[in-house]
């Protein structure tokens, strides 16, 4: 299940918490909540999971770029070598072959800062996303914990009033 989906859910649980009179938290169970928070644990990794596949999608691309470049070397090489068989073509064999030579290179170049760019963007949005992600579950905690009395039978989410420090006595 997509880590969203668990956020809904437990934007959902506290909405059908009972409303606390005169304040704004909200009862809610406390194990739904324990349960969805741990459904979110597992699924963050899949997040994580999802990041190395992009950075191993760039390593590939940049892989093919390369091996590309390679092939193209090889086959620039090939045909100065091909040129080479006759004196006066000899010159423009040289000329070609660095061409192709230099084309394979910006090919190369340019799949590279692609992928690096495709990467940076893939990554930077996963960021964004953690990010809100992280910041709507502390919302969900700083509204769960605050005032919360487990210390007594069905105290739970309960407020505990105002402490006043006791009086000595005279």
Do not use: W
Not at 134 to 141: D, L, M, T
């Amino acid at each position: 299940m997509a880590i969203l989906q668990l956020i809904d859910q437990l934007h959902e649980l506290v909405n059908q918490g009972i409303p606390i009179p005169f304040s704004a938290y909200r009862l809610v169970r406390a194990r739904e909540v324990e349960q969805l928070l741990e459904r979110m644990r597992i699924n963050v990794p899949s997040s994580i999971r999802e990041s190395e596949r992009t950075l191993s999608e760039r390593d590939r691309i940049i892989a093919d770029a390369r091996a590309e470049a390679d092939r193209i070397l090889t086959e620039a090489r090939q045909q100065a070598m091909e040129m080479v068989s006759e004196r006066n073509l000899l010159a423009t064999a040289q000329l070609e072959a660095e061409r192709i030579i230099e084309e394979g290179k910006q090919i190369a170049r340019r799949r590279t800062s692609e992928a690096d760019q495709y990467a940076v963007q893939v990554l930077q949005e996963l960021a964004q996303h953690l990010n809100m992600l992280e910041q709507q579950v502390n919302n969900g905690i700083s509204l769960l914990q605050p005032g919360r009395d487990a210390g007594s039978p069905g105290g739970e989410g309960r407020e505990r009033g105002p402490q006043r420090p006791s009086q000595p006595k005279k």
